[in-house]
């Protein structure tokens, strides 16, 4: 038997890895880390989900109008894989 199911769309938890200076010791890094933990708990104790669980790890998501801006858009839906928009 599977994890999950396959067809159900994905939920995801996570946070970004990179840091601006003076931005604190731990800025987002405890959110990957934090996710990554809650999977594992939830594997171990032997949750069985419908949807996937995906751990997002980003970059680059203080840019102003950036690729995290796209990825983002891509990830929520409102914007289409095939869209020419920029």
């Known amino acids: 038997m599977e994890w999950f199911e396959p067809a159900r ?3 995801g938890t996570g946070s970004h890895i990179d840091a ?3 931005a604190g010791k731990y800025d987002g890094v405890v959110g ?6 809650a999977i594992r708990a939830l594997r171990q104790s032997g949750f069985s989900p419908k949807h996937s669980i995906e751990l997002l790890i980003f970059t680059s998501e203080e840019q ?7 990825r983002n858009r891509l990830l929520s839906g409102t914007l289409a894989a095939d869209s020419r928009e920029k």
């Open 32 to 37: 990957v880390l934090g996710g990554l933990a």
């Open 64 to 70: 102003p109008v950036s690729e995290s801006d796209v």
């Open 20 to 22: 601006i200076p003076n």
């Open 9 to 11: 769309a994905g939920v």
